[in-house]
């Protein structure tokens, strides 16, 4: 027998291409997983779900529910903490040098995100690429 499959509004919503811009999003979970990549010094990643609230520089709900893209992760590499601090200052985290930081306390909580446009084999598709700010207003 074949599988039903059962779609549902966010499936949907996963392949709509937003306008590149700044938005409003919260972040709904966050996952763990291991790397299956050849980097030693890379063995997990942490893959953020989240939701498009509305456009954060104009307000439009044009994009409202469309969840964020899932490329949107974080990793173990030592040298790739970075990405992380201005994600945690967005969230009004200060991150100075011996701060500890869990990034499971992130769900539920809404900051600014830019996504833009990338392409993906051959494909358009909505990307993060680690640019964070704090909710305006």
Not at 11 to 31: E, F, M, S
Not at 78 to 104: D, N, Q, Y
């Amino acid at each position: 027998m074949s599988p039903i499959i059962t779609f549902n509004e966010q499936d949907i919503l996963r392949n709509k291409i937003v306008t590149p811009g700044w938005y409003h999003v919260r972040v709904d979970r966050v996952l763990e997983k291991p790397s299956t990549g050849t980097n030693p010094e890379t063995t997990t990643i942490w893959p953020l779900e989240g939701t498009i609230i509305k456009n954060a520089d104009n307000g439009s709900e044009e994009f409202a529910g469309v969840p964020t893209p899932a490329g949107w992760n974080f990793n173990d590499n030592p040298k790739a903490k970075g990405f992380m601090i201005g994600f945690f200052s967005s969230l009004g985290a200060e991150v100075t040098p011996g701060t500890r930081m869990e990034l499971k306390v992130a769900e539920g909580k809404e900051l600014e995100v830019f996504i833009e446009n990338d392409t993906y084999e051959g494909r358009i598709v909505n990307r993060i690429n680690h640019k964070y700010r704090k909710l305006r207003g």
